[in-house]
Every structure is written in structure tokens, then in C-alpha cells.
């Protein structure tokens, strides 16, 4: 059974940094392309980051040179580091992995204020 659980989140002020973590079981993120997506509320799921086989990554311009996207292969465990938060990057953070099947974590909530 697979399983995604994500961590870090919390309630950070504007300039402030968290690092948001992503511990599976039941599989291997080495094999598979992982990323974090968040929804803020009203708003539709968005790509965040993503990191892909030889650890090519792609980020959305909105994060670009503020979040930086990880994984520890021997510790199965996938990261975000984020810098320089701003108001708008408030949203529930999720962990995805896309190999044969599409995995998501239940999400952890990030909370900047201005």
C-alpha cells in the first residue's frame, strides 16, 4: 500500500521560509517523478514543483528563485525548501508521485501572513 505523508507546514510570516517534507512508504521515489502541488481555497490545484528522472526539475514562475524542490532517495523522502514567502503562497500543500499511477499525500497547510 502505498502511502505519502507530508510535514513542515505551519504559519510563517511574510519573508519567512519553511521546509515541507514528503515521507513515502510502499514506493520508491527514485523511480517515480515527484512533485508538490498546493490549492489555496476557491482556487484550482496547481503545480508547484516538480523533480523527474537524472533530478531535472521545473518550477511554476510564481516560485521560481524562492522554492527549491529535493528528494533524499536514500531516505524516500521528498522536499520543499521555501524562501521569501509571500501572502499568496498561502495553501494546502500536497506531495505527488506519478510513476505507472498517480499517488497524492493528504497535504499539509502552509499559512503566510502579511
Known amino acids: 500500500q502505498v502511502q505519502l505523508v507530508e510535514s513542515g507546514g505551519g504559519l510563517v510570516q511574510a519573508g519567512g521560509s519553511l521546509r515541507l517534507s514528503c515521507a513515502g512508504s510502499?514506493?520508491?521515489?527514485?523511480?517515480?517523478?515527484m512533485g508538490w502541488y498546493r490549492q489555496a481555497p476557491g482556487k484550482q490545484r496547481e503545480l508547484v514543483a516538480v523533480?523527474?528522472?537524472?533530478?531535472?526539475?521545473n518550477y511554476a514562475d510564481s516560485v521560481k528563485g524562492r522554492f527549491t524542490i529535493s528528494r533524499d532517495n536514500a531516505k524516500n523522502t521528498l522536499y520543499l525548501q521555501m524562501i521569501n514567502m509571500k501572502p499568496e503562497d498561502t495553501a494546502v500543500y500536497y506531495c505527488?508521485?506519478?510513476?505507472?499511477?498517480?499517488?497524492w499525500g493528504r497535504g499539509t497547510q502552509v499559512t503566510v501572513s502579511s
Open positions: 505527488k508521485a506519478t510513476g505507472r499511477y498517480d499517488y
Open positions: 510502499g514506493i520508491l521515489f527514485m523511480f517515480n517523478t
Open positions: 523533480i523527474g528522472g537524472s533530478d531535472m526539475t
